[in-house]
Structure formats: structure tokens, C-alpha cells
């Protein structure tokens, strides 16, 4: 089943500390959004890609496609202040599309079988998130005290990609243009429509890449891939 994906690129990686958007640092030798561009590059299902960049960024960016041979990537929009507006820039480019993922461009380790999944649920349920059960015990805290202990069977820890119909996530952002809400995720907008969102497991090593810690684990990630 065939889907386009949005990659917000604009992103200033203040928390990583790199100096530089953290998307361009190096992975086994390959910018981080290299690695993240091919899982979809790679994929016969995805018809497009919608990178929104920063202006300042964008021939670089046309450079690292060109040099590693990118060649889904139909638009390179300018990117917003928020990872919201970034997403919603693209959405306005893009035609008429059956299915639209959003995908953090720094995940790099998101599988095809996680993504199939999601088109799959999107197509029949409209939207659908990835996501992983919490691990740990959870604490509600208030003020450096503990509130609660929180059953952690009903939590889980949200990732992307994230699916949706393309008239959905549109009129969902559109909404919330309109409206000057801005969400956490693209799954909240659609919520705020009284539509239901639908979580498909995924794995605990599709990790977000944003701290230097995340560079160790995204090592070892690719390390254990490869073995």
C-alpha cells in the first residue's frame, strides 16, 4: 500500500549541543538523516518524500541527496519555528495522497515491517501512531513529590512514524492553523477533530536521536544491525 512521508529537518538540536542541525552529524560515517532518508528511499512503497529544511540549509541538503542518491524527495519546503508548522508547510505542497506518514527525521532506525503496519491501520482506521509499552514504573509528581504510582499497563511511550488519511491530517492542521493551537503531535490535532487514533507496537530500538548519549546507542544500534 502506497503512502508519502514528511520528514520536519528544520530542527536546531539545541539539547544535542553540536553547534549545527544535529541532522547532518555522522553515523557509522553517514549523516544521521542519510540513514533516515533510506529506510524510505529503500521502501517500494513510498512515492514520495517532503523534507521541510531551513533556507540557509537547503543546498546543502540537495548536495548530501545528490551524493547518495536520494531520489524520492519531491519537495524541500521551508521549515516553521515549530515542528508543527515544518509538517504543515509540506502539507500544503503536496496533491492529493491516499496516505501521509510524519516521521522524525532524526529516528533513523524506524523498520518497513513498523511502517507497513501503520499504512495498513491508516487506511482502514484513518489514523494510527507508533508507539512502545512503558518499561519502567511510572510516577505521577507534582512539585518534587510523588503523587501516584501509575499502572504503566495502559502507557505507552509515543514514537513516529505517525499515519494518516490525507484529508484527515489536513483538515487537522488546518484546524489548528486557523484556530492557533499548537499540539505536541500530529495525533493530538487529529484527537481534537473527535477522531480516534490507533497505536501499532513498534520496536524499543526506534530511538530518537537528540542527545550525545543517543549518538552511543545509535552505534551500537547499527552495530548489532549489521552483525
Not at 553515523?27 to 533510506?38: F, G, R, S
Not at 499504512?119 to 510516577?139: C, F, L
Not at 492557533?180 to 481534537?192: I, K, N, P, S, Y
Request: hydrophobic share 40%; glycine share 8%.
Amino acid at each position: 500500500m502506497q503512502y508519502e512521508v514528511v520528514l520536519p529537518a528544520a530542527g536546531s538540536g539545541k539539547r544535542m549541543g553540536a553547534g549545527q542541525n544535529k541532522l547532518f552529524l555522522q553515523l557509522d560515517m553517514k549523516p544521521i538523516l542519510i540513514h533516515t532518508l533510506e529506510a524510505f528511499q529503500s521502501d517500494e512503497n513510498c512515492t514520495g518524500i517532503w523534507l521541510a529544511v531551513k533556507p540557509e540549509e537547503r543546498e546543502y541538503i540537495r548536495g548530501l541527496l545528490e551524493q547518495y542518491r536520494i531520489t524520492k524527495v519531491k519537495g524541500l519546503p521551508n521549515g516553521g519555528k515549530e515542528r508543527q508548522h515544518s509538517v504543515h508547510s509540506c502539507i500544503k505542497e503536496m496533491q492529493q495522497v491516499e496516505i501521509v506518514l510524519v516521521h522524525d527525521a532524526a529516528r533513523p532506525f524506524i523498520t518497513k515491517p513498523t511502517i507497513s503496519r501503520l499504512v495498513e491501520v491508516a487506511q482502514e482506521k484513518g489514523a494510527a501512531i507508533a508507539g512502545v509499552k512503558a518499561k519502567d514504573t511510572m510516577k505521577k509528581v507534582s512539585d518534587g513529590v510523588i503523587i501516584e504510582t501509575v499502572d504503566r499497563e495502559s502507557l505507552w511511550m509515543i514514537q513516529t512514524p505517525q499515519a494518516f488519511r490525507f484529508d484527515l491530517i489536513q483538515q487537522a492542521e488546518d484546524r489548528a492553523e486557523a484556530q492557533g493551537f499548537l499540539g505536541t503531535d500530529e495525533a493530538m490535532l487529529v484527537e481534537r477533530l473527535g477522531h480516534q487514533v490507533h497505536i501499532v507496537e513498534s520496536t524499543y530500538d526506534n530511538v530518537k536521536i537528540t542527545t550525545k548519549e543517543d549518538l552511543i546507542f545509535g552505534e551500537a544500534i547499527l552495530k548489532h544491525r549489521s552483525n
